[in-house]
Structure formats: structure tokens, C-alpha cells
């Protein structure tokens, strides 16, 4: 008897050492009282991100990281998700800037999957610094949800861990192809000129042949480098051209940079949108010359969407607000709260913190947030591809001595007429 109690008591803590040494590889657990007679677990999932505290992309990237922090706030301060056997769901973030540079992603990348056992993963803001991010998460099996990242090219490696928030780069300017047609059926001259990076190439390559189909006659297609501050060069291309629309942009500095200087230069376009700085709240800073001036959007708050999951707009908004000091969420942050509500419904929607299931429940989602449609791809072509999201299109108007955003398309969502021709 003594002997067989000895072999139990040798299994036990041979079986306590391997759980001790797996341990770092699982979400850490503690038992907590269910409100029965049982005990159920808490679980404390890790989310691992970088963001970009310094570099070009600060602005766009902090934001994101504003939208996903409140999130995981509100989760938290709510006592957690809980699952059906009585398990506690919460989440702490472990997070490092990668000062907008490609290569220290992928060094961050590895030690929050390796170092920090981070359970799931955030991208980093920009499809350039998402790319070097994906190659990570595939790697070591990460669930991984992309936000501020819309370049089709990702989700065309073969990865299988890897989900897109926003809409794909390849629609991002097609809509305002389609508001154009509308607006003009005789408009035929455009030009674009572009930042050089992965995202703004993408999409402007997909604009450009969308606008050939519609028989547009392209009369420049140029890109600038990153960090761009003197358009004029640029400009006077515009100008002896004959465009009489003009696409195109980068992110926010460059973005806002060229809106002023074609305000200061008076271009006589017609028709100007630009990527990613027209929906920014600073934008206005621009004061007149962000009059007219269109963007794309992920979304905006005006947006009238009803969710099945999660909080409508206006509590998003106001929720954002009271947390940041009553600064205005833009698309940005709705997109980092975004990526916390899908990871969100993934988790109860498989009843597990397993990242196996959770992954399976990303593949099944077909969800409608506060932030619009989300759907992906499922195929070996193109997965984890957003599917289900879709564009709007804000313009800068004046109302009196007020400006402010109007969604001016899709029709169906417009808050005004489209303010045309620009001059």
C-alpha cells in the first residue's frame, strides 16, 4: 500500500513539474470563486502589439491603440468574459514602440511571440509595418488581427493566422471613382500622385485600372517619397497636365502637406480626394484648405450602422470621449475598438481561450459592429482578407464659419451633397 502511494505521489509531481513548464506557453490561471459551488478559472489572456510612439506614423498609430485600449478597459472593468464552464476571461496588453520601422517589427514581433508568450497579436499601424508583422505571426501560430492595415498583399502569402479589420486596399478609392461618374459623367482627365510605400502604391494601382475601366484618361500617375514636404514639383505636374481630378496621397503629414499647398498654389481641380488625413479630426486644422477636399474612410461616426455585437456608434463615441479627453475618435480608433470586439466575439463564440478555436470562430464570423460589416476570407488564395467591410467618403464642408465632415458617399449614407467642382 505504502509502495503504490508512493508512485501516485511521484506521478503527481511529475505531472505538477511538466504543467509548471508549459505553463509559459498557456494563458496564466488562477482559481477564483464562480458564485457556485464550484470554482471556475481566471484566465488572463496576453495581447501583444507594437505601436508607433515616435516616426511617421504616430498620429494614426496611437490612435489605433487608443480604440483597442478602451476596449480592453471595458472588458476588464466589467469583470471579464465569461465562457460556459465558469471560466473568467481578462486581458492585459503588452505592447513596444516600433518607431514606424520595418525592421525593429519583426525583432518586436518575435519577443512578444517568443519572450512574451503574448497569446494573440494586434498589428502595428501601416500595411508595410503589418507585412513584416504577419511573416511573425504565421511563423510561431499567432492569431494575429490586422487594424490600420488595408494592402491586399498580405493576405496573398498563404497565411492562415493572419485577419484583416479594414477594408482591403484594392477598394479603398474605387468608391470615389464611382462619386465622380456621378457627380461629372463628362470629368475625363485624372491624375495621381501618390506616396511611395507599400499601402498607397496598393491602392492607387487599383484605382488607376478601376478608373481605365470607366474610361478615364489617367494624365499622371506619379509617387513622391515618404517624408515629403515640397509638393511644388508635383504640382506643377498637376497643373500641365490638364487634370481635372486629382487621387491620391499617403498618410497624414504628407496628406495634409498637399492639401495646403494645392489650397496655397490655387490648382484648379475640380474633384480632390486624398488617402488617410481628410477623415483625421486635425485635419480641420488646415482650416480653408480642407474645405472640399474628400477621404476615405473605415468609418466615421456619422455613420449610421446597427450592430448585432457590441455598442452602437454613439456610445463608441461617447465612451471615447470620456476617456480622452473628449478628443474625437477617428477611423483609426474605431478600427483599434474594432479588433478588440472581433477578438471578442471569437472568444465567446468558440467558449474558449484555446487559439485554435479561436481562430475557427474568426473563419465562421459573419458580424455587423458599430464599425460596420466583418467577414473574411476563407480561401487558400486570400485568407483572413476582409470581405464584409465597405468604405464611406467624408468631405470637408462649410456651414457658415463652421467646418466640418459630411459622408458624401455611398448615396445611401450621405449626410450632404457633394460640394463640386472644388473651384
Known amino acids: 500500500m505504502k509502495r503504490s502511494v508512493s508512485i501516485l505521489v511521484a506521478a503527481l509531481l511529475a505531472l505538477s513539474l511538466v504543467l509548471t513548464a508549459c505553463g509559459g506557453q498557456q494563458p496564466s490561471a488562477t482559481q477564483v470563486p464562480s458564485g457556485g459551488e464550484e470554482a471556475g478559472q481566471k484566465v488572463e489572456m496576453t495581447i501583444g502589439f507594437t505601436a508607433s510612439q ?40 503588452v505592447s513596444y514602440d516600433d518607431e514606424s520601422n520595418k525592421d525593429r517589427v519583426q525583432e518586436l514581433y ?18 508595410g509595418l ?14 494575429m488581427l490586422t487594424t490600420g492595415a488595408a494592402d491586399d498583399k498580405t493576405y496573398k502569402q498563404g497565411y492562415t493566422h493572419v485577419f484583416q479589420i479594414y477594408t482591403p486596399a484594392s477598394r479603398y478609392l474605387t468608391g470615389a471613382v464611382d462619386l465622380l461618374a ?37 494624365v499622371l500617375f506619379e509617387g513622391y517619397d515618404s517624408g515629403t514636404t515640397d509638393f511644388g514639383p508635383f504640382i506643377n505636374k498637376i497643373q500641365d497636365s490638364g487634370a481635372e481630378a486629382i ?4 498618410h497624414f503629414q504628407d496628406g495634409s502637406a498637399f492639401a495646403r499647398q494645392l489650397f496655397e498654389k490655387n490648382v484648379n481641380a475640380k474633384f480632390v480626394t486624398l488617402l488617410v488625413a481628410p477623415p483625421e479630426p486635425d485635419f480641420a486644422d488646415l482650416g480653408d484648405a480642407a474645405v472640399g477636399i474628400i477621404g ?11 450592430p448585432n455585437f457590441g455598442p452602437t456608434g454613439d456610445e463608441f463615441v461617447s465612451a471615447y470621449q470620456a476617456a480622452y479627453n473628449n478628443e474625437e475618435p477617428s477611423y483609426h480608433s474605431a478600427g483599434g475598438y ?34 460596420g460589416d466583418i467577414k473574411f476570407d476563407t480561401s487558400p488564395e486570400s485568407h483572413g482578407l476582409q470581405i464584409g467591410h465597405s468604405m464611406v467618403y467624408i468631405q470637408w464642408q462649410k456651414k457658415g464659419d463652421t467646418l466640418g465632415k459630411e459622408v458624401v458617399w455611398p448615396e445611401s449614407g ?7 467642382p472644388l473651384h
Not at 503574448?118 to 501601416?126: E, Q
Not at 476615405?296 to 446597427?306: C, V
Open 247 to 250: 487621387l491620391g496621397g499617403g
Open 414 to 420: 450621405a449626410t450632404a451633397p457633394v460640394l463640386y
Open 130 to 143: 503589418t507585412a513584416a508583422a504577419a511573416v511573425i505571426a504565421e511563423q510561431y501560430g499567432k492569431v
Open 296 to 306: 476615405p474612410s473605415q468609418w466615421e461616426p456619422l455613420a449610421a450602422f446597427t
Open 54 to 93: 515616435t516616426g511617421s506614423y504616430n498620429v494614426a498609430s496611437q490612435r489605433q491603440v487608443n480604440g483597442l485600449n478602451l476596449w480592453m478597459k471595458q472588458i476588464n472593468d466589467a469583470g471579464g468574459i465569461k465562457l460556459s464552464d465558469g471560466t473568467v476571461v481578462t486581458f492585459k496588453a
Open 182 to 218: 456621378k457627380t461629372d459623367p463628362n470629368l475625363k482627365k485624372v491624375a495621381f500622385v501618390y506616396e511611395n510605400d507599400k499601402f498607397s502604391t496598393s491602392v492607387v494601382e487599383a484605382a488607376k485600372t478601376y478608373a481605365e475601366q470607366k474610361g478615364y484618361d489617367i
Open 338 to 371: 474594432a479588433a478588440g470586439l472581433v477578438l471578442e466575439k471569437a472568444i465567446r463564440a468558440a467558449d474558449s481561450t484555446d487559439p485554435a478555436a479561436i481562430k475557427t470562430a474568426l473563419d465562421n464570423m459573419d458580424l455587423t459592429l458599430f464599425y
Open 110 to 127: 518575435t519577443r512578444l511571440a517568443t519572450q512574451d508568450n503574448a497569446d494573440l497579436l494586434i498589428s502595428p499601424y501601416s500595411s
